[in-house]
């Protein structure tokens, strides 16, 4: 199973391209709202019963701060993809660097910033899984055929 978590209800727009991908496909997913910084309790719990709920990878986005992956990460043994999102006028940076400068032993790994930093998170996260599950790597080399096939075609003139 797959968990994804934004930091508020605000985050929800640059996932919605990005679910279309694990739609087609038979992986249980959970999608929940925590703060790091305004439900820290429900974070931590959440965070620590994953693994007993059959999750294994955990997606967190957040913007400004961007606490929610680290926090996460602290709290669980399971692969953590952090989901930078431009929240504030420096436009994600300042999410981006809070992701990427973890301390030593509470790794996050961190896509890009925004819509494509979603559906790359999907993506590296389907890619986890997949290595314990054939159905979905055929789903994700199918994915490269298609991606591949529609650059190709692509006229331009």
Avoid: W
Avoid at 55 to 67: D, H, M, N, P, W
Avoid at 118 to 133: D, E, F, G, K, V
């Amino acid at each position: 199973m797959l968990a994804i978590v934004i930091g508020s209800k605000s985050d929800l727009p640059i996932f919605q391209e990005a679910l279309k991908l694990i739609k087609e496909l038979p992986v249980k997913y959970e999608f929940k709202i925590l703060s790091a910084h305004r439900t820290l309790d429900a974070t931590v719990a959440y965070a620590k019963e994953a693994e007993k709920r059959g999750v294994k990878v955990i997606i967190a986005a957040a913007g400004a701060s961007a606490a929610l992956p680290g926090v996460i990460s602290s709290c669980t043994t399971l692969p953590v993809i952090g989901v930078p999102i431009a929240s504030t006028c420096l436009q994600g940076m300042d999410a981006l660097l809070s992701m990427v400068q973890m301390p030593k032993n509470v790794p996050v790994g961190v896509v890009s910033i925004g819509e494509a930093g979603a559906t790359n998170a999907i993506l590296l996260a389907l890619r986890i899984i997949s290595l314990q599950n054939i159905e979905i790597k055929n789903f994700l080399e199918r994915h490269k055929e298609e991606i591949r096939d529609k650059v190709l075609k692509e006229e331009i003139f």
